[in-house]
């Protein structure tokens, strides 16, 4: 059974080393629509578990093959936090690959565990999803277990971000006519401010769903993010045409004040005057370069 996979070239994590820790089926605790697997009822806990051995002793074989990778990103075919085995896992891997960041691609559920809760504070980076800040939405989307409380889940968020050392990530998968709206992306920018991670990535459907669900378009993932004030973000899988637009220094100062954007954004948007004018804000010292979890955002 093969547990390592790639190094495949992610826009939003680099390059990444990927490790699947539920190769044998579906195993989350939510069923959301947008699953590229396919419908399964939501479980608990994992009742099919890989030993530890066999996924160290797959990525040593990996590594002695000289392979070039920026991060580890642990993932699961559903919730790799339910693998049992986790903390034993990230502490060997910590051991083994010191000169790498070790990721975890979650749905966020383990915050509601303490051990779990404790052992994601061993990573580099960690990423959640939150697709909505509204109960009845929250359920439609990802179908979660009824036993996951949406109103704690941001609580505990909020507490993990306090406590972690290292870089947190949010995700919002948008879906047509569930959480492509005002309303809905209102309650997120609240949470997101409550929960304070680096960046919030968005994106919408792009492999065949679960359920009969459809994607929105990139016009409208932008629109939406421009409801969102209270963390950076970034349109995650941007792939229409180039853009041109023109921003004057003081217009680039004015908005890049009360939205850092990505360079991704930025290369993909502005037009080369813009670019330059970018350049000489950077010069000028008046807009500044954050690294946040891999990612180059500009902000004045
Ligand atoms: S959390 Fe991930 S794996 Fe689980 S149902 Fe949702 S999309 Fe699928």
Do not use: W
Not at 230 to 235: G, Q
Not at 253 to 281: G, M, T, V
């Amino acid at each position: 059974m093969k547990l390592v996979f790639g190094p495949v070239n992610s826009r939003r994590f680099g390059l990444s080393l990927g490790v699947d820790l539920s190769p044998f089926t579906k195993q989350c605790n939510f069923d959301c629509v947008y699953c590229e697997l396919s419908p399964k009822k939501p479980m608990i806990a994992q009742n099919q578990v890989v030993e530890v051995d066999e996924i160290l002793k797959q990525i040593n074989d990996t590594l002695k093959s000289g392979v070039e990778f920026d991060f580890l990103t642990l993932t699961a075919n559903g919730e790799p936090s339910l693998y049992p085995h986790l903390k034993e896992l990230i502490l060997s891997l910590k051991k083994s690959l010191k000169n790498k960041k070790i990721l975890i691609l979650s749905n966020g559920t383990a915050v509601l565990d303490e051990n779990k809760f404790n052992t994601l504070l061993l990573f580099d980076v960690v990423k959640f999803s939150l697709d909505s800040a509204i109960q009845k939405t929250f359920y439609r989307i990802d179908r979660a277990l009824k036993e996951i409380n949406l109103e704690l889940l941001i609580k505990k968020m909020a507490d993990f971000q306090r406590t972690f050392k290292g870089e947190l990530v949010m995700e919002i998968l948008v879906v047509k006519g569930l959480n492509d709206n005002e309303k809905e992306f209102l309650a997120l920018n609240k949470a997101l401010a409550k929960i304070k991670p680096l960046r919030v990535d968005i994106s919408s459907i792009d492999r065949p769903p679960a359920y009969a669900v459809k994607r929105v378009s990139e016009e409208r993932l932008n629109e939406l993010a421009t409801l969102i004030n209270s963390v950076p973000v970034l349109i995650a899988k941007r792939t229409y045409n180039k853009q041109s637009l023109e921003f004057s220094k003081e217009e680039l100062l004015k908005s890049l004040h009360l939205r850092p954007q990505s360079e991704l954004d930025i290369n993909a948007l502005f037009s080369d005057k813009s670019k330059q004018n970018l350049e000489l804000l950077i010069k000028e010292e008046k807009i500044k370069i954050l690294d946040l979890a891999g990612i180059k955002f500009y902000k004045a």
